[in-house]
T-cell receptor, first 116, second 113 residues
Framework: NAGVTQTPKFQVLKTGQSMTLQCAQDMNHEYMSWYRQDPGMGLRLIHYSVGAGITDQGEVPNGYNVSRSTTEDFPLRLLSAAPSQTSVYFC???????????????FGSGTRLTVV | DAKTTQPNSMESNEEEPVHLPCNHSTISGTDYIHWYRQLPSQGPEYVIHGLTSNVNNRMASLAIAEDRKSSTLILHRATLRDAAVYYCILRDDRGSTLGRLYFGRGTQLTVWP
C-alpha cells in the first residue's frame, strides 16, 4: 500500500515554463486536494476534488489547473510558471463516505518547486 | 481563515507528557477537530481527530472541552521523534468549505533529551 505518491520530488523551472505535478493514491479515496506551503507558513489549499470529474477551487487557485479523470490521479498543472509559485506542494486524499469531517487525510511527501 | 489559535512553540523533555492546547471559539456543530503534525521536510501526518468525546489512539489522546471551544492534544511520553510542528484544524463537510483543512502556523514542539 503506497498511499499518496507525488512526482517529481524536486523541480526547477524557468519563468514562463509549464509543467504538471503528479499525484496518485491507491486507497480508493474519493477526496483529493493540492496544498502549497511557503516558508514559515501553514498549508494553503489550491484546488480540490470530491470525486472523478469534479473539481473546485481553494484559497489560492490562480495560475494552476487541475483535472480528475480517474479516482486514483489528481495532477496539478502550472500554466506559466512564475517565481511566486516557488513553494513546496503537497497532495492529500481522504475517504468521503459518512461525511468528510470525520475522515483523516493522507498526505504525500511533497514536491519542492523552484521557479527562476 | 485558520479558525484555531495555538501557541507558536512549546518545549518538553524526553519521556515527559506533553499537552498541546488549541482554542477554537467559533467552532460549529458540524466541525470535527483534527490534529496533524509535520516533521522537517515531510508532509503532514494525521494524528487524531474527534467531534465531542475524548479520543485515544496509539499516537496520542485528544481531550475536547465540554463546550468544544478548546481542545488539547496529549502525547503521553514525548520522544525525540515527536519534535515537529503540530497543527490543530477544524474540518467540516458543509457546502462551500467542503472537507477543507485550514492550516494555521501550528505549534513547534521541541523535545530535549
Amino acid at each position: 500500500n503506497a498511499g499518496v505518491t507525488q512526482t517529481p520530488k524536486f523541480q526547477v523551472l524557468k519563468t514562463g515554463q509549464s509543467m504538471t505535478l503528479q499525484c496518485a493514491q491507491d486507497m480508493n479515496h474519493e477526496y483529493m486536494s493540492w496544498y502549497r506551503q511557503d516558508p514559515g507558513m501553514g498549508l494553503r489549499l489550491i484546488h480540490y476534488s470530491v470525486g472523478a470529474g469534479i473539481t473546485d477551487q481553494g484559497e489560492v487557485p490562480n495560475g494552476y489547473n487541475v483535472s480528475r479523470s480517474t479516482t486514483e490521479d489528481f495532477p496539478l498543472r502550472l500554466l506559466s510558471a512564475a517565481p511566486s509559485q516557488t513553494s513546496v506542494y503537497f497532495c492529500a486524499s481522504s475517504y468521503s463516505g459518512g461525511g468528510l469531517g470525520g475522515q483523516g487525510y493522507t498526505f504525500g511527501s511533497g514536491t519542492r518547486l523552484t521557479v527562476v | 481563515d485558520a479558525k484555531t489559535t495555538q501557541p507558536n512553540s512549546m518545549e518538553s523533555n524526553e519521556e515527559e507528557p506533553v499537552h498541546l492546547p488549541c482554542n477554537h471559539s467559533t467552532i460549529s456543530g458540524t466541525d470535527y477537530i483534527h490534529w496533524y503534525r509535520q516533521l522537517p521536510s515531510q508532509g503532514p501526518e494525521y494524528v487524531i481527530h474527534g467531534l465531542t468525546s475524548n479520543v485515544n489512539n496509539r499516537m496520542a489522546s485528544l481531550a475536547i472541552a465540554e463546550d468544544r471551544k478548546s481542545s488539547t492534544l496529549i502525547l503521553h511520553r514525548a520522544t525525540l521523534r515527536d519534535a515537529a510542528v503540530y497543527y490543530c484544524i477544524l474540518r467540516d463537510d458543509r457546502g462551500s468549505t467542503l472537507g477543507r483543512l485550514y492550516f494555521g502556523r501550528g505549534t513547534q514542539l521541541t523535545v530535549w533529551p
